[in-house]
Structure formats: structure tokens, C-alpha cells
């Protein structure tokens, strides 16, 4: 049997176009004399719908579209995830195969995750039957996402009492097919070839696992769908962080095998370009404004944009203040010359000094302190919120994760924009991503991967200077966000037990900043936003 | 058996706070003879903690300071909630009876709910262990609040399969204890009367209910703990909105009841102003800022926050501009001078010059549009929290939910603040909260309760220029957002169908600027923000 994997980019809630898109790859599969063509996790409504879920005519469009496609569809079987809803109105996150207009066999998820981004739990109810079928002369275990991410082999609680893979393979399934939307963080990919590999292995089996690719809000998928053959190798691949097809051959236990990206921060790279790409587009817009600092964090969301969405659809916005130097000057103009970007030159220092003015009065005399550089910072983001409004074009905030961890920014300032591009990406993080971007020739000027990080709103001043050096900082942040490590397990690590302390403090004090911050995309085990919910009201125990 | 229901205010990590309030209960109800002492769900640690239980030292922190209840308490038996955590580290939402250092009985929550607010199933598992206990003479049947929230006569969607109060009434139960950390909003009180009043009479049992109370972020208790003789009538009731403790005696089957408020308007108006002090206190502010416009969604915030921290913790910030109106200058100084508190006044037409000044070069001309508009409300956010940084008062903004629902505000402008105090109350209740706050005498001037509301951000702007009246607009919002109502539902209540529709497209496509919203108190079925959750990039089907 011939089956196409097929990995596509729906938009949540675009029935139309996802059904599109589906009725494309069809076609192409039909074209490759495939048997059956196989389709990602909830594929007809996009993945996380979240309470568009609660909505009848949500799940009435998501019902009617699959019923199209049930009768369009000819000359081939598909299987494909959609929500079900039984007679007691209650929702399933659902797969089916349908072939000829009839829907030939369907299944329920069982295991619902509630951890991190997931919230499956509110939407859907558990999922009962199970069984595996037989189709065109074999017989097809079909598991939805978690439901075979339980092996006690790799995972140390489980969710589902029943192994579902074990169980389809005594049934005597010849062939697991597993519908995805598993999304990308750094490293997972290791987890998903052990994870999948093995199970194919373990059951002497195939496996096809046909994963979600796209950007939806802060949520990356990969794509990278596969084909194991029954000795756990890989023997189909799709390409990462794009739409893709491949056929897999169950008879040869062979297919086709797409390049993918050989390092961790390549893949990180791209899939913040795909993340900062779909939110854009998804949201209506073309064009993005990014402020330029001629630092490195704008330099290198600068870049992004640019492969994102193209150089004519970037403007760059230099706000020198008297506090800018001349190093900074000359790096902005750089970058923008070499991006071929379009950099508009707004001085932001007649706006500060009326800020001081106005509000000397109440304030009396001015200083160089925390005021007057968040003022800096809101001055700045009201003027790319200007010309957002003037121009439509969407504003890309430039904040990195460890930054935004210990609360060095300011909100309704640098943190302000539409998409947080690099706001999970830790600082040591960004200069490498800034080396990969400059492996084929210098985009980001050297000086800017050279001189210390600053944040320009006082004279002289130095990101050191208030904060531990970025790779011990990052370290702890690591430990603390990502690992959720005690703050004795983190002083065990070998840090300093007073630089840890004060660390943790920051982090917990500054939940009310990260609160109102843009939706950031996710490229780490843990980002901040909706899949990190910690109170703002609250008191340290320690 | 005398039994005390005890209704503190716990802070979410604040154990040895916590815990004092309890011990200071204990001696208490000590001293008025009582036999047992009941507190609320999770009381040890406050709810909802979020995902500080998925922190080792947070679990160990409550299981060590619950330890220390226990070896410390003497002439009195005690149930309380806790979590509780076993040797798989898996975590349980318990509640337990211990006397004379021991513990006797221990429930595990059963009914996890994971909807609005309620995220349980992300960090408890379902509790399995279930029986009534004998204690003094009584058989009593413990439960965690939803627990027995699950009454078939009530819910169409039960959660249990066994339906609790029924199965302890069998097993002979003649007194059952809820103990629960049951939000506030508007109606709740009916729905809760009913509810527990209809189990105790259908049983013929005495019925203990002892809710939390305080404000956690957005989510407000209202307390009001009860106790429901065999008759289902309330038989003992402690306050709302304020730490209390009634005395209940099961053999007359009588106790306390003391007073609570008479009206849904005023039970808002408290919950509002304990939100407000609790958010602040919790967070560690004694003082608030407030930007008066002369306007009455600034005014009744004002009112709450003298009300929350006192006239001498308030200070209101007037910051007018070439378009506020004589009377808003007017009703901005009359309203401060009722209330007594200090009034800044800082204009902005400098800086809003300066801003057009420093665009014209990449904008051109300006006019009256939507850009110059924001500009307004994003100076006066830029002066509030330079005063916050400069004074260190919190910054309360004084949006309200219709407008927010409809996108009526400005990003990083009059939405910027660290709480929200009104964004959950529509803009018609509003006026009879202002209403109410002027029942006893002329707080906020006449003038801003009769004068058509107007954001002053262009000459001659009127609210009503841009949006239907608001008695059609509120109701719309409230069938669309609270009661979850499609657009053909919402058209059949009788409204036109070209406003529904643009009501609702409005809703939609401003989800990015909620995202992005300080937290507000949740007064209604449904706020913005944590319990109602809303992809951003994604398409209208309809």
C-alpha cells in the first residue's frame, strides 16, 4: 500500500481554506497512485482552536467541511482529525478514515493532555472505543497524538492505564498510523525519534506519524511527519517548518526521504522565521515594523522579519536618544543597508525632554533613574505604535527570553507589539543565532555581536551592571524556568547561593510585567504566556 | 456539636500568614466552645495557586506548616484543605480531620473542574478514596466544592458518575461539610442557595458550606459561608467579602447569621473593592494611582479605590488636553473634592504636539484619526507610570468591559495599569454602580451621569458616534460573551442583524488587545483574560 503523509498549514477557524488545502495534497496523492493519504491532529479546524471549541457553529463548520470532503473525495481513503460532537453535545477530538463517501472506521483520543500549552481536558471528553481495522489488506492501529506518547519506557507516569501501542500490536496491527499536532521546542526532535523509533521497533511494526507544521499565536509545529519501518529506522521524512507531502510504501517499508536542518539552533532559526511568518499573515498582515537599537536583539528580530516576510516588507525605526552612541548609530544603518531594509530616523530626545518638563511639577528634578529610562522605552514604543496605526504594518517586539525573566524591560515599552519575535530565546541564545545568520557573510555587523549589551537609556550604562553575566544567567534561568529545579537543587548545581536568590526573586516579582506581554514564540520545554501560569498576587515562601 | 465555620482570606505562598489567620480562628472558636473548626478548600496554601503546585519546596512548605497545625492545636477538632502529595508525587486537592495531634479522616477532591478559572486537572489528580466518617457523636460526609456541585436536578452535565451527597445520604451521612473556594460573580448567590439548600433538604441533613474569601489576581470569593438546616433552610451565614466566623450548633440545628448585602449592584460594588484592596495589599502597594478624565468610568474607580485603600492611599491624576471639555475639567476637580484626595494635573497638549512634531517628518499631515487618538491615551499612560516608578503607587486602569469587548480603548493607553479594576463590569452597570455609590449623598457629580460619554480624544467625539447605544450593546455582549450565544441565536433575541454582526467582528478581531490587558476582577459568568481563551491569529468562518 502507498500512503501519503500529508503536512499541511491550517489556520484555526479557516474551514474553507483547510479543506483546500487538504483537497490539494488529495490530489496530488491520487496523482502518486497513493492508497491512502493521511492528514495531522484536528487538520479541518486547526490546532489549539481553545474556546472556539465551545462555539455550536465552530464545531457545526468543522462537521459540515468534513462532510464535503467525505463525498468530494475519490479514488483514494483518507484519514484525517476533526472534533466530533455526540447526541449529548459533548466533544471528541477525533480521527476517521473515509474512503468512496463512507467513513470506514473512527476513533476517540483518550489521552487528553493538560500540561504546558495543552488544555485538552476543558474541551474534550475522554475517548472509549477503540479497535484496530483492516484496510486494503492490512491492519491499521490509528492513534491520535498522546494517546501512543505513553510508553513506559520513556516516560516515567503515564497516563492511560492501557498501552495503547502494546494493545494494537497483540490485536495484531501491521501497521500504527499516530495524527500529530506536537509542537516544536529545542531538542524535542531527539524525544520524537526515540519515542516514535521506538515503538515501531519494540512492535516490529511500521509507523506513521503525520504531524501539524505552522505558527498559530506563541504554538510552532514542525511538521517533520515520518515513516519508521518495522526495525524502528526512519524510512520516510518530511521537510521541517513547511508544507510537505511524502509517500511511504508499507510493502517496501520505503519512501521518500526530505531534507531537514542538521543543528539545533538552525532549527530554532527557522522556526522562529515560520512562527513571525504565520502570525503575521494568519493576522492579516504583510508588512512589520521593527525598532532598531543597533543592538543585538533588534538586529537579529530584524533578520527574522526579513527571511519572514521579505525586505520590502520590513521597515526598520532607529529612536536615538541623547544616551545613543555613535557606535550604535553606525551599527543601525549598517544592518538596515545590509538587510536592504528601509530605516526610518525618529529622534526620541525633544519627546524625553518634554516628558521631563511635564512632569517636573509633580516630580521635581529629574535624574537618571528607573523613570526616566522607562520613559525612554514608551516614548519609543508610542511612536511604533504610531506608525503601526498609520501604516497598518504589524510591530514585532525585540525582548529576548532572559530579559523578559528578570524583568530587565519595560512594559508598554520594549516589551510593546503585536508578536514578541525572540522573547523565548535566552541571550547566549541570540548571539548564536546571530552567528548562524551571519555564516554566509556578515548581515548583523560584527561590532554588534562584539560590543557589550546595553540598553542605551542612561549614560554608560551595561547590561552587566545589573545583572549577573548572561551565561550564569541563563544557566539559572534555565534550572529554574525550564527544569522548574528548587532553588537549593539550582545552588547545587554550583551557582552562587546569593545570585541565585536574587535571580529567583526577579523572576517572581516581575510575573505582572510578563502578564501583559505579547504572545512570544515558543522555542524552549517552557515559555512564558499561556503555558505558564503562575499568580501575581502572592507571597515567597522561602 | 457546636462547629465553626471559619472564612479567611488566605495569600496564595503566604503559609505562615495563612496559618496564623487559622490558629487565631482556632482560639477563637476555642472560646466560644465549639467542638469542630471548619476552613475552606486549600486553605493552607490560598487558591488558585496555578502552577506554584507543580514547585517541589511549595508542596513541602504546605505539608510542613499544615504538620505544625496539627502538633499545635489542642481542644478542638479541625478540617481544613490542604494538598497533599503521594510517594509517586502525584499531587490531590485533600481536605482532612485531625484532634489531639492525630489525623482521623482524609478526603481526596473528586470532581476536578477544568473550565473559566479552573485548571485542577493540570495539577491534581481525581481523588479515589471516599467514605463518611463518625466524629463526636455524628456521621459526617466530607467534600471538596464541586464535589457535590454535580446535582443531577441542577446540571445537565454531571462530572461524577457517582453523585456524592446521594451516596453519603445512603451511607447514612447525617451531616455533610463542603469546603470550597467558590468565585463570586453576579447571580452566583441564587445558584449557590439553591444548590446546597436543595441537597440538605432532599436528604434531610444539616448542610456545612465554608467558602474562601479575597481577591487572588482576578478572582474574587466572596465567602458568605452557610450552613443549611434539614430543612434546606439557611440557618447560619457569615458575611461577604469579609474575613468572618459564624458558630453553627448541630443539635438545635441554629447559629449565627449575620447581615450581607441586599442588592446584586451592591454585592458587586464590594467584591470590586475587596478585589482592589486585595490586589494591591497581596502585591505589596498601600497606594494607587488613578487617571481622572471627568469621566464616569474614572470616577467609579476612583470611588472603589477609596473605597479599597482609603482617600489618603488614593491619588488621582488629571491630564487634560486640547479636547477635554470644560465640564470634564469641571467634573474632574468637583469629583477629587468629594472624595478628598489629591488631584495632579498634568496636561498634555505639549506632549501630544511634540509627538505629531516628530512624526510629521515620516507621517505628513495630521489629522483627527485613529493614530493621533492613541497618541492621547498613550502620554497619559507614559505620565501614570512614570508617577508609579517615581512614587511606587500602583496604577489602576478604568476601562470597562464593553468597551474592552469591542476593542473602544487603546493598547498601552488607557488600558495600561497593573490592575483592571471595572474591565469585567459593562458599561450600563456602571452607571448603577455609580448610582449606588450616590445613594447616600453626591459623590460623583450629576453632571458625569448625565453628560453623554465621550473619550475627548477628537473635538465633539461622542461614544455613541462609534458604537450602538449601550443598552444594546451590553446586551448583545452579554449573549455573545457570557451566555456563549452564535450570531443566529443572538439575531433571533431580537436585535438587527448588521449590528450583531459587527458587534461580533469587533470582539473577535480585538482578542490581541486583551491578550495584552493588566488583570481584571471577574464580576459576570465570563471576564477577559485566564478563563476565557481565545487563539489570536485565526479566521471568522462565518
Given amino acids: 500500500m502507498k500512503i501519503a503523509l500529508a503536512q499541511i498549514n491550517p489556520t484555526i477557524g479557516d474551514f474553507e481554506h483547510n479543506t483546500e488545502k487538504m483537497t490539494a495534497s488529495i490530489e496530488k496523492a491520487v496523482n502518486h497512485s497513493c492508497d491512502l493519504i493521511v492528514f495531522s491532529e484536528l487538520v479541518i479546524c486547526g490546532y489549539p482552536a481553545g474556546e472556539l471549541l465551545n462555539k455550536k457553529d465552530f464545531v457545526a463548520a468543522n462537521l459540515n467541511h468534513l462532510r464535503k470532503m467525505i463525498d468530494s473525495t475519490k479514488g483514494i481513503g483518507v484519514i484525517c482529525g476533526f472534533v466530533d460532537k455526540n447526541t449529548d453535545q459533548q466533544l471528541y477530538n477525533s480521527a476517521l478514515l473515509f474512503d468512496k463517501g463512507e467513513i470506514l472506521h473512527q476513533v476517540y483520543k483518550r489521552v487528553l493532555p493538560a500540561c504546558g500549552i495543552f488544555d485538552e481536558r476543558r474541551y474534550f471528553e475522554r475517548g472509549t472505543e477503540w479497535s484496530s481495522f483492516s484496510y486494503k489488506g492490512r491492519k491499521i492501529g490509528l492513534t491520535i497524538c498522546e494517546d501512543i506518547w505513553d510508553d513506559k519506557g520513556f516516560f516515567s507516569r503515564r497516563h492511560d492505564p492501557v498501552d495503547q501501542a502494546a494493545r494494537m500490536a497483540k490485536e495484531g496491527a501491521d501497521l500504527i498510523i499516530n495524527i500529530s499536532a506536537s509542537p516544536y521546542y529545542a531538542g524535542k526532535r531527539e524525544l520524537k525519534l526515540g519515542v516514535l523509533g521506538n515503538i515501531a521497533k519494540k512492535y516490529k511494526v511500521p509507523l506513521l506519524y503525520v504531524n501539524q507544521v505552522g505558527g498559530n499565536d506563541s504554538v510552532l509545529f514542525d511538521g517533520m511527519s515520518m515513516a519508521f519501518d518495522s526495525t524502528g529506522r526512519v524510512a520516510a521524512r518530511a521537510r521541517e517548518f513547511e508544507q510537505d507531502m511524502i509517500v511511504f510504501d508499507t510493502d517496501i517499508e520505503k519512501g521518500d526521504i526530505h531534507p531537514i536542518t542538521?543543528?539545533?539552533?538552525?532549527?530554532?532559526?527557522?522556526?522562529?522565521?515560520?512562527?513571525?511568518?504565520?502570525?503575521?499573515?494568519?493576522?492579516?498582515?504583510?508588512?512589520a515594523l521593527v525598532g532598531i537599537s543597533g543592538g543585538i536583539d533588534s538586529a537579529l528580530t530584524a533578520c527574522i522579519a526579513v527571511k519572514a516576510l521579505g525586505k520590502e516588507n520590513v521597515l526598520g525605526v532607529f529612536m536615538p536618544s541623547q544616551y545613543t552612541s555613535q557606535q550604535s548609530r553606525k551599527d543601525a544603518k549598517t544592518l538596515a543597508g545590509n538587510l536592504q531594509i528601509e530605516l526610518l530616523h525618529i529622534p526620541i530626545e525633544p519627546?524625553?525632554?518634554?516628558?521631563?518638563?511635564?512632569?517636573?511639577?509633580?516630580?521635581?528634578?529629574?535624574?537618571?533613574?528607573?523613570?526616566?529610562?522607562?520613559?525612554?522605552?514608551?516614548?519609543?514604543?508610542?511612536?511604533?505604535?504610531a506608525l503601526s496605526n498609520k501604516f497598518g504594518h504589524l510591530v514585532l517586539s525585540t525582548g529576548n527570553k532572559s530579559e523578559s525573566t528578570v524583568g530587565y524591560c519595560t512594559l508598554y515599552g520594549d516589551m510593546a507589539g503585536g508578536l514578541a519575535v525572540i522573547s523565548d530565546v535566552p541571550k547566549m541564545m541570540v548571539y548564536e543565532l546571530a552567528r548562524l545568520i551571519n555564516k554566509d557573510g556578515e548581515t548583523i555587523p560584527a561590532e554588534i555581536l562584539q560590543k557589550p549589551p546595553s540598553a542605551e537609556l542612561k549614560p554608560g550604562q551595561k547590561d552587566q551592571d545589573d545583572l549577573p553575566p548572561y551565561e550564569i544567567l541563563d544557566s539559572i534561568l534555565r534550572a529554574y524556568i525550564e527544569e522548574n529545579k528548587d532553588p537549593e537543587e539550582i545552588t547545587g548545581m554550583g551557582f552562587d547561593p546569593s545570585t541565585v536568590r536574587d535571580v529567583i526573586h526577579r523572576v517572581d516579582r516581575n510575573e505582572y510585567k510578563r502578564h501583559q506581554a505579547p504572545p512570544g514564540l515558543k522555542v524552549t520545554t517552557k515559555s512564558f504566556g499561556y503555558g505558564r501560569r503562575y499568580p501575581i498576587a502572592r507571597k515567597s515562601w522561602a
Fill in 262 to 287: 542538521e543543528t539545533s539552533a538552525e532549527s530554532m532559526l527557522n522556526a522562529l522565521i515560520m512562527g513571525t511568518r504565520d502570525y503575521a499573515h494568519k493576522c492579516g498582515f504583510k508588512k
Fill in 351 to 385: 519627546l524625553f525632554n518634554q516628558f521631563l518638563q511635564s512632569l517636573s511639577p509633580v516630580c521635581g528634578e529629574t535624574s537618571h533613574g528607573l523613570t526616566e529610562q522607562n520613559i525612554q522605552a514608551r516614548v519609543r514604543a508610542t511612536l511604533l505604535m
